[in-house]
């Protein structure tokens, strides 16, 4: 039945694409990055900004005034759930703001414009319509694409050895220990080692660890509880028929051809522009080892974007590629922009790794610090003579104002990324502190900035070109 599914799914793909190209122009715009990175609030304040186009002098369209009106359509995808943009702006914009529900699974939302064109043309022709898909998806899918290389035997042992040293595998390790693989499978002993797994997989993600794959024990939505979760890595040893490493080897087999498969085949394979978030800040906090793991993450991620390495992406793409890919570090309102270069520089440096060995297939890419939603003012503070490019907020455990540094961070990114790389435990100059603003009530006065932070900028690299 699922081969049915998939014929006439692509069946009503063919005919959607037709009347789309004859028509209107759609651009499909991916948004992704780790779990907290930023996804929900960023969609939320891209949609809310495009309608209400308020000071978003960046995007060209909008400063030429080519753009006479956006608004929401019913999406053309009827099966993916509509990303839920009336609930979050109400979260963000209330009389009681607070942010959104982060994102669980994908989603999905249209949003039309009307633009007239541009040049010579726009006297004579009547303003055309662009439809922008926008598709949300957690990046811990995309992190899922380096299990179809794997054998269980492999990926086992990978995971294995990565989580020996980390504590908060520590009960997993145990329970593990106790499990000998080559016994008859025994289900409560497969539910109990997959269920330590994924409580090692959340606690490690919310300790700022990346490396959390397979993405769907994080996010499990409606696959909770379902055979195709209930695994775990083994060590080696013998698997006769029957036994619990031999089902647990099926499962990991299973996970890769009905969860990761048709997510790259239905969602990713489309996309034409990516925007990948990342929270830098939150992991340089973290220390060292949470550094090193966001760039072996992002290393990961981007790995989807350079399909001519793994056999299946290439297949399934056909040649198609992603034209545009924006890397931004969110939440830049943590930081005063005195320090906005710095952070872009960071994330610079993260991704030109890769770049350079690829070009990610001839995708054009840039980097940018951002922050959809500001919740923070600058101001400059003295401590022991010296002045603090300081950043106030309203403290989301207490509630209350106060002014706040994070600390300084290198002019030059390798004083990051280098001891972190080298696996140092700890910042040799001092510590960087990660704050939890509330957002803002929208009482920004004149003068205090846009409610963002280069959200316009963003967008211009993203879909400037197609307006
Ligand atoms: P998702 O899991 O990627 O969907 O992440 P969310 O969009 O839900 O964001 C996670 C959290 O990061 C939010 O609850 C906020 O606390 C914070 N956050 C996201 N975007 C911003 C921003 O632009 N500025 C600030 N100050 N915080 C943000």
Known sequence: SSLVDGVSRGAETVTDKVSETLFDPTIRLGVTGLSRAGKTVFITALVAGLMNRNRMVQLEAERDG????AFLQPQPDDTVPRFDFETHLAALTGPNPHWPESTRAVSELRLSLLVRPS???????????VHLDIVDYPGEWLLDLALLDKTYAQWSSDALERIQ???????????????????????PRAQALAATFANYLQTARRDGYSDCTPGRFLLPGDLAGSPVLTFAPLAAGKAPRG???????????????RVVKPFFRDHFARIDRQVVLVDALTAIHNGPPAVEDMRRGLSDILAAFRPGRNAFLTRLLRGKRVEKILFAATKADHLHHHQHRQMADIIQALTNEAQSRAQFSGAETAALSIAALRATTE????????????VRGTLLDSGRQAAFYPGALPQDPQHLLAPARQGAQTWLDGEFQAMNFAPAALTLLPGEGPPHVRLDRAIEFLIGDRL
């Open 165 to 187: 040293q980390r504590p908060q595998a520590a009960e997993f390790l145990a329970v593990s220990a106790q499990s000998d693989g080559g016994l008859p499978h025994d289900e």
């Open 66 to 69: 080519r753009i006479q009106s």
């Open 243 to 257: 036994s619990l490493a031999r089902e647990m080897e099926r499962r990991f087999e299973a996970y890769k051809t």
């Open 379 to 390: 101001e400059m503070r003295t401590h022991n003579g010296a002045d603090l490019p300081c």
């Open 119 to 129: 040049g010579f043309l726009s006297g004579l022709k009547g303003p055309r319509r």
